[in-house]
């Protein structure tokens, strides 16, 4: 995967709108100090919806999304063309982004050390992991959740996650963010591999 990860990057791109060759952190954990080696990650943004196969995986899971809403930028680009639109009935997945001002970044890890111990015990969650372009300063999540409902009341109710998005303007951690919601059109694979539960 290590290979793959280095040599198939190009290749990867050229079938995309959009791509990013990702690591990944342990199980449903966040942070520096996470970083799982054998598990990675490809986002592909396509029309043909199509992701080619990782050289060296001995086991994976694909999640086909619909973007339903998005705001801010990756690497300067906006790439889910979404237009706003209402919440499925199904299941959602979330994708957050942001690259780390260096002078702003411990403040950060210490900031959502409470956020990452909450997440495990979500209500309507059934997958979470950390993902980054590099050890640090690039990160990101992914999640997906039972229904969008599940998402609200954990971003906005649990003080753990709401008093870090209350003091994200005012500490300007971010030199870039981006926060996705989907719509799940399709989970094919192997669940374990994304750390799949049942939900709450």
């Known amino acids: 995967m290590f290979w793959s990860m280095a040599v198939d ?44 196969p990782m050289r060296g995986a001995i086991a994976s899971c694909t999640l086909t999304l619909e973007p339903i809403a998005s705001h801010g930028t990756w690497s300067g680009r906006s790439p889910f063309n979404a237009e706003k639109a209402e919440n499925p009935d199904g ?13 702003r970044a411990m403040a950060f890890w210490r900031a959502i050390g409470p956020v990452g111990s909450a ?18 300063g690039f990160q990101g999540t992914m999640s997906v959740w039972r229904r969008a409902a599940d998402v609200v009341r954990f971003a906005y109710r649990r003080p753990e996650h709401a008093a870090v998005v209350e003091r994200t303007p005012a500490q300007g951690w971010y030199a870039e963010e981006l926060f996705a919601r989907f719509r799940v059109l399709g989970i094919d694979g192997d669940r374990e591999v994304i750390g799949w539960r049942d939900g709450q």
């Open 119 to 136: 997440v495990a015990t979500a209500e309507g969650l059934h997958c979470a992991f950390g993902f980054g372009e590099a050890p640090v």
């Open 91 to 103: 299941p959602v997945a979330v994708l957050t982004r942001a690259r780390l001002r260096a002078r």
């Open 9 to 52: 990057r190009r290749k990867v791109r050229k079938k995309a709108d959009f791509a990013k060759l990702l690591g990944t952190g342990r199980g449903s954990e966040f942070g520096v100090g996470s970083a799982d080696l054998t598990r990675w990650a490809a986002l592909v943004v396509s029309q043909a919806a199509t992701v080619p």
